[in-house]
T-cell receptor, first 115, second 115 residues
Framework: GAVVSQHPSWVICKSGTSVKIECRSLDFQATTMFWYRQFPKQSLMLMATSNEGSKATYEQGVEKDKFLINHASLTLSTLTVTSAHPEDSSFYIC???????????FGSGTRLTVV | GNSVTQMEGPVTLSEEAFLTINCTYTATGYPSLFWYVQYPGEGLQLLLKATKADDKGSNKGFEATYRKETTSFHLEKGSVQVSDSAVYFCALSPILTGGGNKLTFGTGTQLKVEL
């Protein structure tokens, strides 16, 4: 079945540094990628939607200059958290869709801790 | 807009007990409905789905029937196991085909199964 590989699975960084999270679709073409943030014991909050080759569409309240999303190819999308602060610590999950009817495939998530 | 309402957790059951997790939705048209499961520290895995009224999704002993008349998609399992302990999310998508439509999630229901 469809697989999305998300890396890293966890990362610890210092305040002020930037962190890049990658999501790769391994056996299908991800025409659309969704990036979510999840706080402990809460549901997923959609941050942005990106289509291959075009700019991401951000949800209201999400800072696009802080959370940079790149979807340059049909198999790779990246989320870069710039100038990270402790309040950015969270669990980030990507989800990919292809052109067919296979639904949504989720990555395994990245636990970001900013110290 | 679209919304999904799930019963609040945590739900604690003994092994082999019957499970019901309620889910109701609000949406225009004929959305697709999903149940996802999230194990600790992991991303989401699709458990089952239904794309039209009266469809029954099933997987690993779990079932849910798309009830348009009651706008519900309740998750059931006849005999839970300890390994079923996880967080369960109900979700909807406006349409299954096409690349851009995003999922709307419920708040999640934590299930704990004890021996």
């Amino acid at each position: 079945g469809a697989v999305v590989s998300q890396h890293p699975s966890w990362v610890i960084c210092k305040s002020g540094t930037s962190v890049k999270i990658e999501c790769r679709s391994l056996d299908f073409q991800a025409t659309t990628m969704f990036w979510y943030r999840q706080f402990p014991k809460q549901s997923l909050m959609l941050m942005a939607t990106s289509n291959e080759g075009s700019k991401a569409t951000y949800e209201q309240g999400v800072e696009k200059d802080k959370f940079l999303i790149n979807h340059a190819s049909l198999t790779l999308s990246t989320l870069t958290v710039t100038s990270a602060h402790p309040e950015d610590s969270s669990f980030y999950i990507c989800s990919a869709r292809d052109r067919g009817i296979h639904g949504y495939t989720f990555g395994s998530g990245t636990r970001l801790t900013v110290v | 807009g679209n919304s999904v309402t799930q019963m609040e957790g945590p739900v604690t059951l003994s092994e082999e007990a019957f499970l019901t997790i309620n889910c109701t939705y609000t949406a225009t048209g004929y959305p697709s409905l999903f149940w996802y499961v999230q194990y600790p520290g992991e991303g989401l895995q699709l458990l089952l789905k239904a794309t039209k009224a009266d469809d029954k999704g099933s997987n690993k002993g779990f079932e849910a029937t798309y009830r348009k008349e009651t706008t519900s998609f309740h998750l059931e399992k006849g005999s839970v196991q300890v390994s079923d302990s996880a967080v369960y999310f109900c979700a909807l998508s406006p349409i299954l085909t096409g690349g851009g439509n995003k999922l709307t999630f419920g708040t999640g229901t934590q299930l704990k199964v004890e021996l």
